[in-house]
């Protein structure tokens, strides 16, 4: 019997996030901030992420500033019509790449690591199409 709370209690958790494609490889944006799933994702350095009956399981690695930056701008690009979005962010679209860099300080970035590459669509129909559609992340709540 497993007397410890944090693993005795393991629920899994659905939380619809946001993802980036660039140069074939994906990344996941906390456009909310430092939310729960972020402190979660920090501790597991892993995660499944869904769409649709397709789950894949992924190793992440959070970036620094200076690399999450583009990534940040990029997100704010493909996003720019989802409404509830910017007033989480002190920047636009328009803004120079500098600004981002502060910014990734308060919306972190993370890299997937995965073993397949699942973003490209002419390869498999039912892929996830990372650059304007959304995933979702399962984590295990502790």
Request: proline share 6%.
């Amino acid at each position: 019997m497993d007397n410890n709370p944090l693993t005795r209690q393991r629920k899994v958790y659905t939380t619809p996030v946001a993802l980036v494609e660039r140069d074939r490889t994906r990344f996941l944006v906390a456009a909310f901030g430092e939310v729960g799933w972020v402190r979660n994702l920090r501790a597991a350095g892993s995660a499944q992420f869904t769409r649709g009956q397709r789950t894949e399981a992924s190793g992440v690695i959070e970036l620094g500033t200076r690399e999450a930056a583009p990534i940040l701008k990029q997100f704010l690009t493909s996003y720019h019509l989802v409404p509830f979005i910017a007033p989480y962010f002190d920047v636009t679209a328009r803004s120079p790449l500098a600004d981002f860099e502060w910014e990734a300080t308060r919306h972190p970035v993370f890299r997937i690591e995965s073993s397949k590459k699942r973003c490209s669509s002419t390869i498999n129909p039912y892929s996830m199409r990372c650059d304007r559609r959304y995933a979702h992340l399962n984590r295990f709540g502790r």
